[in-house]
């Protein structure tokens, strides 16, 4: 069954989550009004968990999405989402990321995808 219990997450960070939904790249605007906005799950946006804010979180599928810019492919940004998605892990909270030339080249592809791993986490998550 899903926990019903929200995720730990520093207050501190608060104040940041909301400058970064006022201030959303225009992958991000996108994959939100043309897409998860609509959505029969819900997904926040720019949610705090631990010590990271996340691009978008869905509670019902335990499921992070990530749209990542250049500065996650260089040696410091890999080592640091890696980490991220270690400590979401021990949440039971995965990680699908996605580049932001993903969603400029191929939407629909990752709206199939991203319904398609949501479909399968709440499958996973009500047989356990």
């Not at 605007?29 to 959505?39: K, M, P, V």
């Not at 990271?52 to 999405?65: G, P």
């Amino acid at each position: 069954m899903i926990s019903k219990m929200s995720l730990p997450y520093q207050k501190k960070l608060i104040p940041r989550a909301q400058e970064l939904r006022k201030k959303a790249t225009k992958q991000e605007s996108h994959l939100r009004y043309d897409f998860l906005h609509n959505y029969p799950v819900r997904f926040q946006r720019q949610k705090t968990i631990d010590s990271f804010i996340a691009d978008f979180y869905c509670h019902e599928a335990r499921l992070v999405i990530e749209l990542d810019g250049s500065q996650h492919y260089d040696e410091q940004g890999l080592a640091y989402d890696k980490e991220r998605s270690a400590i979401f892990a021990e949440y039971g909270v995965k990680v699908v990321r996605f580049s932001n030339l993903e969603v400029e080249k191929n939407f629909q592809g990752v709206c199939t995808a991203i319904d398609l791993t949501v479909k399968a986490r709440m499958q996973a998550l009500i047989s356990t």
